[in-house]
């Protein structure tokens, strides 16, 4: 499921656990944040800020002993959380590639933000350029007169901006001080 910044889920997928009695209660309209049910994986991504797996007797009640959830937040064109991506379900998983596939979903949910933009440049970057057209291409969002207007979670970490919050006013030659003149004639 999805929840946005608030721990409510907006939209919800069942993959035949939905009768289950634990499960069940996660549907569209439902607030899963901390206050309402505890310690839970969307939860700590809200709050923290980053990826979370919680399982068995790590969400505090015995009654949710059998569960796990996985969480990875996402964020908004100002690299602020403005939401989670989970999957919970019983018994046991594989965190590790579960993680892999949520950070990537999450990624990619966060690419197309850059989608609903109108009257910028997108700007794809990444230091290999098999990753370019993928959820780990760094995107840029530049105006015609050259001024950022939002960055990508990779873009933000590869060009060592501000990890959340609005961008400084920087212009594309800031950005690119170190290029080339032979790279910044690409740009």
Known sequence: FCANRHGMVIAQ???????????????VGRQL????????????SLADDMPALVRGNEHYLQRFAP??????????????VCG??????????????????????????ENRLFQTLADVHLLAVQHDPRWLATPLQGLLAVQEDGQLRAANRVARRLLGLPRRGPLPLLS???????????QRRHL
Not at 33 to 39: K, L, S, V, W
Not at 69 to 80: A, I
Not at 86 to 91: A, P
């Open 33 to 44: 944040g901390e206050a309402q049910i505890g310690t839970t994986a969307p939860a700590v």
């Open 84 to 109: 989670a991506i989970d999957i919970t379900g019983l018994g046991e998983r594989d965190p590790a590639l579960l993680q892999g596939y949520f950070r990537q979903a999450a990624l990619a949910s």
């Open 13 to 27: 997928q069942a993959h035949g656990l939905e009768n289950d009695a634990l499960l069940r209660p996660i549907q």
């Open 172 to 182: 594309m030659e800031t950005v690119f001080a170190g290029a080339s003149a032979a």
């Open 67 to 80: 569960v796990f959830c996985l969480s990875e937040p996402l964020h908004d064109l100002e690299g602020r």
